[in-house]
């Protein structure tokens, strides 16, 4: 296993257009999540699926976003409509369930897809 | 509201010196604490992580210290080597599932 793999690394796209990034997490993780990380800012959490299930969404993910992550396996997040304020770096990571492996070794993350919308 | 701050956004230091990182926070709930690591053009990757039942958790160089009483956590590198040199992000966690990340401080080590 390779690791959690995003695709593509970079997109570039005009205002007002739609863009799909997808994330391949570690085979045997069934906690997924998203992150965007802004220029000088930490990563910050958009949403988090486990298996199928999406579990909790942010404030930070208006309706333009949504997510999805079908059969429990790789992850798509859509943005529509794109803004300029959208342009950032989406990062995913992934996860084993047990609460203790979680909080002890962390989430193992891509290397993230960076969006620039002009 | 910042829960989680790291004041430093940068650090020098020479190489075989202590590095010292430093994230203060304001969530009396947090469980847990996580340091990571990011080089450029690279996700974040996991270094150490300490409960909030303890005061210190060391792994190899790397030793990170928590101050409960002063919601202050620190990140100790000894020795620091130039490889050690990217930015590093401390983030706090009381649901496990969801992090709450600091800012971040870039640190240079200087051969």
């Known amino acids: 296993d390779t690791g959690v793999s995003q695709n593509p690394r970079h997109k570039i796209t005009k205002r007002g257009q739609n863009v799909t990034f997808r994330c391949d997490p570690i085979s045997e993780h069934n906690r997924l999540y998203w992150y965007r990380q802004t220029l000088g800012q930490g990563p910050e959490f958009l949403t988090y699926?486990?298996?199928?299930?999406?579990?909790?969404k942010s404030r930070l993910l208006s309706d333009r976003f949504s997510a999805e992550r079908p059969k429990g396996s790789f992850s798509t997040l859509e943005i529509q409509r794109t803004e300029q304020g959208d342009s950032a770096m989406y990062l995913c990571?992934?996860?084993?369930?047990?609460?203790?492996?979680?909080?002890?070794?962390?989430?193992?993350f891509g290397s993230g897809t960076r969006l620039t919308v002009v | 509201d910042q829960q989680v701050k790291q004041n430093s956004p940068s650090l020098s230091v020479q190489e075989g010196r202590i590095s010292i990182l430093n994230c203060d926070y304001t969530?009396?709930?947090?469980?847990?604490f996580l340091w990571y690591k990011k080089y450029p053009a690279e996700g974040p990757t996991f270094l150490i992580s300490i409960s909030s039942i303890k005061d210190k958790n060391e792994d190899g160089r790397f030793t990170v210290f928590l101050n409960k009483s002063a919601k202050h956590l620190s990140l100790h590198i000894v020795p620091s080597q130039p490889g050690d040199s990217a930015v590093y992000f401390c983030a706090g966690t009381s649901g496990t599932y969801k992090y709450i990340f600091g800012t971040g401080t870039r640190l240079k080590v200087l051969a």
């Open positions: 969530n009396s709930m947090f469980d847990y």
């Open positions: 699926f486990q298996n199928e299930a999406q579990l909790e």
């Open positions: 990571a992934s996860s084993l369930g047990s609460e203790a492996a979680l909080s002890r070794y962390g989430y193992t």
